[in-house]
């Protein structure tokens, strides 16, 4: 199945630092969303990029897409202990109606 | 509150026995999802419907059934056919492009 891939699968800092994670998709797509996982409970939507737009902000959450490598980053700044958890990113690049979701990436920050 | 309710939160099943997971949504969505995930991994699509009676095949369907009888609700099934059930399910809405998940449910093969 079409599937983004995340990487690192794991990554771990210390209070403070910036944390970024990268996506990768395989086809075109109307836009790129990233999500949040905390510990078994359900996910929650970060953002939403749409394919033309390059850079998207929210609080302390910068996500870039870049069309032409197929790949978008999700950088967390000046990171906090409750930003441990897993992000997802998701395309349509299976249609309209059919979310496709990466493998995550695990952050964990500590104190 | 507004929301996607999952139940149960956990639950065993035996061998050969079939269960069903339930999803209920008051956000007035159209389209919902079940989504399978295993420990540690991504989110794989079992089934979706866009709209009350009628539901697509995702990625995973085999082993599994739904039913959108009315546009609230979206129930799975996890049938004997599937044989390897142990794994977290998520429901989820969608409104627009932004997808509204459940809590998950945890099941358990014993």
């Known amino acids: 199945s079409q599937q983004g891939e995340e990487d690192p699968q794991a990554l771990s800092i210390q209070e403070g630092e910036n944390a970024t994670m990268n996506c990768s998709y395989k086809?075109?797509?109307?836009?790129l969303q990233w999500y949040r996982q905390n510990s078994g409970r359900g996910l929650v939507h970060l953002i939403l990029i749409r394919s033309n737009e390059r850079e998207k902000h929210s609080g302390r959450l910068r996500v870039t897409l870049d069309t032409s490598k197929k790949s978008s980053s999700l950088l967390i700044t000046a990171s906090r202990a409750a930003d441990t958890a897993s992000y997802f990113c998701a395309t349509d690049e299976g249609g309209y109606n059919k979310l496709i979701f990466g493998a995550g990436t695990r952050l964990a920050v500590h104190p | 509150d507004g929301g996607i309710t999952q139940s149960p939160k956990y639950l065993f099943r035996k061998e050969g026995q079939n269960v069903t997971l339930s999803c209920e949504q008051n956000l007035n969505h159209d389209a919902m999802y079940w989504y399978r995930q295993d420990p540690g991994q991504g989110l794989r699509l079992i089934y979706y419907s866009q709209i009350v009676n009628d539901f697509q095949k995702g990625d995973i369907a085999e082993g599994y059934s739904v039913s959108r009888e009315k546009k609230e609700s979206f129930p799975l099934t996890v049938t004997s056919a599937q044989k390897n059930p142990t794994a977290f399910y998520l429901c989820a809405s969608k409104n627009r492009n932004t997808i509204y998940f459940g809590e998950g449910s945890w099941l358990t093969v014993v």
């Open positions: 086809t075109s797509i109307n836009n």
